[in-house]
């Protein structure tokens, strides 16, 4: 067992690229309030076929490192717009 006493715990991890794990992010990336950037997902169909879906219902998203099948992407997406209830 590890025990922290008073201290604040910072950093990064960086966790492996997952298919499932990048699909759940990216839809709740589209409805949250601000933009949000996803590093390390898996260059797939399966999340490109997303990414078309939510860009045809009003998200902006930007892909970055997708020129090779073995390359780990990066996205920005801009959530949809919102409308009043």
């Known amino acids: 067992m590890i025990k922290f006493y008073p201290s ?3 950093g990064s991890l960086k966790a492996p ?3 499932a794990h990048g699909l ?3 839809f709740a990336a589209a409805m ?3 933009p949000t950037k996803i590093e390390n997902l898996p260059n797939c169909d399966d999340l490109f076929t997303a990414i078309d ?3 045809e219902m ?3 998203i930007d892909i970055k ?3 090779n099948p073995g390359d780990r992407i990066t996205l920005k997406i801009e959530p949809f717009p919102k ?3």
Request: proline share 0%.
């Open 8 to 10: 604040v715990l910072n």
């Open 17 to 19: 690229a997952s298919k």
């Open 24 to 26: 759940r992010l990216l």
């Open 32 to 34: 949250a309030s601000t």
């Open 53 to 55: 879906c939510l860009r």
């Open 58 to 60: 009003g998200c902006k």
């Open 65 to 67: 490192n997708a020129n």
């Open 83 to 85: 409308t009043a209830s």
